[in-house]
């Protein structure tokens, strides 16, 4: 099967921002260990609006043991012309290209950020915890197919 070329740009607007899960579990945070960062994308399809969602977790962490985590969601409409484009030929699913995926991710990325500060900014004990840049190119590798 031949991949088809999508032309770019693609249209879309966000549509809407959640805060999926939050939670400081102030007992397993030990100031003097290390702190390690998970991160995480998924996808999700509202293929009645023509939507795509994108949900970004984040895990402050010393070893194993979860001290901050926070997963937001960032749903975005896409023009329905290139929705229309970038189905299957039997409609059975939807190819979002890589570089779109990659764009749609930071701006997930970035609100994750702003949402995580604006959680943290009261907590003494926590307001030193800020989401740092990631390179979105070592998790977004391929263009993303998802099942209708």
């Known amino acids: 099967m031949t991949k088809k070329k999508i032309k770019m740009p693609i249209g879309f607007k966000i549509s809407a921002l ?3 899960q939050f939670a ?16 995480g994308l998924q996808f999700s399809l509202d293929s009645k609006q023509k939507g795509i969602g994108v949900h970004f977790t984040v ?3 010393h070893e194993t043991d ?7 969601g960032c749903f975005f409409h896409i023009d329905p012309d290139k929705w229309n484009e970038l189905l299957s030929e039997n409609e059975k699913s ?3 290209p890589k570089e779109f995926i990659s764009h749609l991710s930071v701006l997930a990325i970035g609100t994750t ?7 943290l900014k009261e907590t003494p004990t926590f307001n ?4 740092p840049t990631i390179n979105v190119t070592e998790i977004v590798k391929e263009d993303v197919i998802l099942e209708l």
Do not use: C, M, P, S
């Open 18 to 20: 959640n805060t999926e």
């Open 24 to 39: 400081i579990l102030e007992e397993v945070y030990v100031k003097e260990k290390d702190v390690r960062i998970n991160a």
């Open 59 to 61: 895990q402050f962490k």
């Open 66 to 72: 979860v001290f901050l985590v926070l997963k937001t």
């Open 94 to 96: 939807i190819t979002f």
């Open 113 to 119: 950020r702003g949402i995580l500060h604006e959680k």
């Open 128 to 131: 030193q915890f800020i989401l």
